[in-house]
C-alpha cells in the first residue's frame, strides 16, 4: 500500500496477463529468502495466526491486521503515489500505516477481491505455490 499503484483492477490485470506472483506474496520466494538467511529447519509458513504466538515466543495474541475496504485500499494507493512526492520513503510508510491505514480501518465496507474471471488462474498459482511449498518442506 505505502508504494502507490494503478487501480486494484488494472494491477491484477497485469499480474494475470504475465502469471507472475507479487514479491510481497509470494510464499516461495519469501522461504526460500529466509532459509538462505537462517537455515531451512527454522523458516515456517504458518497459515493460522493462533499459532504464531508460540512460534515467535510469546503468550499474547499478536494485533490483528487493519482490513481495509476495496474504497480504503484504493484511496491509500493513490494518496501514497502523492504523498512519494513529497516526503521520503520511511516517512511516507510510517504516515499511511500509522496514521490513515488504521483510520480508514474504522470505516465499513466490501473487501478488495479477486473477481471471478480470475479465479481459475489464482487456483493454479496457489496450487503451484503448494508444490514448490511442500517439496522443500520435505527435503
Known amino acids: ?3 502507490g499503484a494503478p487501480s486494484w ?4 490485470d497485469s499480474i494475470v496477463h504475465r502469471d507472475v506472483v507479487p514479491p510481497r506474496v509470494d510464499l516461495v520466494r519469501s522461504a526460500r529468502t529466509w532459509a538462505d538467511r537462517v537455515g531451512p529447519a527454522r523458516v515456517r509458513i504458518v497459515l493460522d495466526p493462533s499459532a504464531l504466538p508460540g512460534l515467535v515466543g510469546t503468550r499474547r495474541a499478536l ?3 487493519h482490513v481495509l475496504s476495496a474504497d480504503a485500499t484504493d484511496l491509500v494507493r493513490r494518496v501514497a503515489a502523492v504523498l512519494g512526492l ?4 520511511e516517512r511516507r510508510a510510517a504516515l499511511l500505516r500509522h496514521h ?7 470505516i ?6 479477486v473477481p ?3 479465479d481459475e488462474w489464482l487456483r493454479r498459482r496457489a496450487e503451484r505455490m503448494r508444490r514448490a511449498l511442500t517439496s522443500r518442506m520435505r527435503r
Open 63 to 65: 494485533p490483528e491486521p
Open 116 to 118: 471471478p474471471e480470475h
Open 100 to 106: 490513515l491505514r488504521p483510520r480508514l480501518a474504522a
Open 86 to 89: 513529497l516526503v521520503v520513503p
Open 108 to 113: 465499513p465496507g466490501p473487501e478488495l477481491v
Open 9 to 12: 483492477r488494472d494491477w491484477l
Open 1 to 3: 500500500l505505502d508504494e
